[in-house]
């Protein structure tokens, strides 16, 4: 689950969240989506990543309330947690595709001798 860092309301049910998912931040490129989970049981919304920061680890999306799951988000705060997963589109087949960088196990630090 990853913290909400900033929560804006851009216009009415537009709402413009940041959220601290350093792993997708590192990845991510333009024009690629997030699923988001706002907890376990939640339902998957996909949700265009507009903007990212690589060194806060932050990714930014904007969306518009149009039904239960996006209701839901808007009503959460800075702080709370949901999960983001990166997607991308296979550009042969055009289906969705989890990008298998978010999946792997962090790699071990080294440590400086
Ligand atoms: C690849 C992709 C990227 C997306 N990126 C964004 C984004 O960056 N920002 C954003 O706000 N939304 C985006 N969407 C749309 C977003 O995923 C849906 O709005 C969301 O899943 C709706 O979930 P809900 O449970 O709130 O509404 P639902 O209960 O699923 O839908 C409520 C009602 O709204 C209708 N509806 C659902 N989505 C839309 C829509 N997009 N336009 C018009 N009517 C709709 C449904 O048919 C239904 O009648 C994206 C969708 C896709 C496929």
Redesign the pocket.
């Known amino acids: 689950m990853y913290p909400i860092v900033k929560r804006e309301k851009l216009a009415d049910k537009i709402y413009l969240m940041d959220v601290r998912a350093p792993r997708v931040a590192q990845y991510c490129e333009p024009g690629q ?1 997030v699923i988001v989970k706002i907890d376990e049981t939640g ?1 998957r ?4 990543i ?1 903007d990212y920061d690589r060194e806060a680890g932050t990714i930014t ?11 839901r988000m808007a009503g959460l705060k800075e702080g709370d947690e949901i999960e983001v997963k990166l997607l991308d589109i296979d550009p042969k087949t055009g289906k969705f595709k989890l990008s298998h960088k978010v999946l792997l196990p962090r790699p071990e630090k080294q440590e400086k001798k």
């Open positions: 989506f339902e919304i996909p949700l265009t507009c999306i904007v969306f518009q309330v149009v039904g239960a799951s996006t209701e």
